[in-house]
Structure formats: structure tokens, C-alpha cells
């Protein structure tokens, strides 16, 4: 990028930029068959009238051409305790697997994925895309819906509601398929 000056150091102004405005949120996006997401710390709004939001993300992330090919995002917002999605989608999963075949989740207006985990989320039509020479690129969505989503109260009845659910498969009787010789052999000995 060329300009008159030069960029400050970030080191020396890091005091005061971290005095904007931040939290975690997961970017979502689904194309198809193809889902994914990775956590982003640069949003803002950038318009009112209509409601419109400013999505910065590193450049090189497979959840691109998603958002690309569907031109429809969502921004989870993450509980600031939120471990096991931050640890999750640190980096975006590798292309062609998909994240959220274990997590629960519910699918916002526009088809983007929203972990149940998430405090709210904001679906967004893509409206620009700009890649700036940085080490990221910005997306720029007009807000279509937004809601928050109800967290557990006690979040110990829903683990204690999974081990139950476990135990119980672990009791029921085992169905054993045979394959191959042995189903062969069963057949004639009937």
C-alpha cells in the first residue's frame, strides 16, 4: 500500500486501539453442503439506516469462498467464559469437513450455521467485500435478523441429561451384524 507516511508501530499504539470496542464472535456461513467458521475480534456497525456491520477476517481462511458463493454470513456472539468453540474454530476447519456435524446448532435465516452455545447472533447479506492490502480482508453485511438465544441456566442438567442418554445406550441390548462368511454360514445352518 502506498501512502505519504508510514503506519505506526502497533506496539506503541496498542494502549489505545485496545480501547475499541471487541469481543469474540464466531463467523458462520454455509454454501450447499459446505459449512464453516472461524473466530473474528474485528466487527462494527457502519451504518443505520439500513443496519449494516463491517466483518474483519484473515486473509486465507476456507470460510471465504463460502461466504463468496452464498453471500450470506452470521455473527455468533460468544459468552466471554466460552471455551469449547474459541478452542474449535481458532482456524477455520480444512475444506470439505464440517465442524458442525457434533455441535448443536440451529440454522439462521440465510443458512448460516448458530451453535446453541452462542449468546445471539446477526444474519447478514453480503453487500461488499473489499481486500485490502493487509493480512486481512472485510466484509461488509446488511443486517437481515438478529436474536439472542436462551444459555442453560444450569448448564450441569444438560451434561447430566447427555450421560444419561449414554448410559442408557450402554445398557440396551447389542444388535450384531454379520458380514461375509459369518452371515453366509448363519444362513445355511437355518
Sequence with gaps: MQTDRPAADRSTIAHVLDLVPASHFL?????????SAVVVRCVQQV?????????????????????R?????ALCLLARDERVLL?????????????FLTIPHLVAPGGAPVPLRSRGYIACELVRHL??????EVYIGMVHTAAT????????KRAA?????????ARAPKTVTLRG?????SRRAS
Design 161 to 169: 441429561a447427555a450421560r444419561a442418554h449414554l448410559a442408557a445406550r
Design 27 to 35: 463467523l458462520t456461513s454455509a454454501f450447499g453442503e459446505l459449512r
Design 87 to 99: 478452542r474449535t474454530f481458532a482456524r477455520a476447519p480444512d475444506q470439505g469437513s464440517d465442524p
Design 181 to 185: 462368511r459369518d452371515a453366509a454360514k
Design 69 to 73: 458463493d452464498s453471500r450470506n454470513f
Design 149 to 156: 438465544l436462551e444459555l442453560p441456566t444450569n448448564p450441569g
Design 131 to 136: 481486500d485490502i492490502e493487509a493480512d486481512y
Design 47 to 67: 451504518a443505520m439506516h439500513p443496519p449494516m456491520l463491517l466483518v474483519a477476517m484473515e486473509k486465507g481462511q476456507a470460510l471465504s469462498p463460502v461466504i
